[in-house]
């Protein structure tokens, strides 16, 4: 099992939580919560090891396009790298629209 952490600069405050996807067989979750500085922290745990620049260069991409303050914590087995990109943009939609608690 491998950790990885990551952090992003952010323009905006989250003000929500969110919670999509699960845990399973080529899947993952994703923790969304409002972070409590202006900057997006991330952290990874993944059953893959070895792939850190795969991480980083699809965190990356979303956050080249994402600015809020979160932490987001991924939780991943075996996910691709399009199923990340899913699950981080169901998050930030879910946040955004009221999220869960």
Same mark, same amino acid.
């Given at each position: ?44 745990? *993944? ?23 979160? *932490? ?7 996910? *691709? ?21």
């Amino acid at each position: 099992m491998e950790h990885l952490t990551f952090d992003y600069p952010a323009q905006r405050a989250v003000t929500t939580r969110a919670h999509v996807g699960v845990v399973g067989s080529g899947d993952l979750e994703v923790l969304l919560a409002p972070a409590d500085a202006m900057a997006a922290h991330v952290i990874v745990r *993944t059953s893959v090891d070895g792939y850190s620049h795969i991480w980083k260069h699809v965190l990356d991409r979303f956050f080249s396009r994402y600015d809020g303050a979160a *932490t987001i914590e991924i939780n991943d087995f075996g996910a *691709t790298p399009g199923v990340v990109a899913l699950r981080l943009a169901e998050a930030v939609e879910e946040a955004e629209s009221g999220g869960t608690a």
